[in-house]
């Protein structure tokens, strides 16, 4: 079983950066597509960002040229750089493959807030 731990949240001003990180476990981690996704207060979650095995990637057009998600597969880990931070991106943080197959973690928090 696959297991996914996010990192990295926190409260930030807006405008400001974040890097959130998420480490799995298991040795077939290169080969999935890996998708951060975030659920805001009384909303769905929804996907934000993808990478694939390959390296490409996709962005919700929200996000798109603020937020940048990599992915180390040496270290099984995806990395989610978030700057210009604006009030609107405030909600919890998860990772999982695209489409979503394994169990979800705890997902980290992000609160942009002055």
């Known amino acids: 079983q696959v297991q996914l731990v996010e990192s990295g949240g926190g409260l930030v001003q807006p405008g400001g950066s974040l890097r959130l990180s998420c480490a799995a476990s298991g040795r077939i981690f290169s080969s999935y597509t890996m998708g951060w996704y975030r659920q805001a207060p009384g909303k769905q979650r929804g996907l934000v960002a993808r990478v694939t095995s390959g390296g490409s990637t996709n962005y919700a057009d929200s996000v798109k040229g603020r937020l940048t998600i990599s992915r180390d597969n040496a270290k099984t880990t995806v990395y989610l750089q978030m700057t210009r931070l604006k009030p609107e991106d405030t909600a919890v943080y998860y990772c999982?493959?695209?489409?979503?197959?394994?169990?979800w973690g705890r997902g980290t928090q992000v609160t942009v807030s002055s």
């Open positions: 999982n493959t695209d489409p979503d197959i394994f169990r």
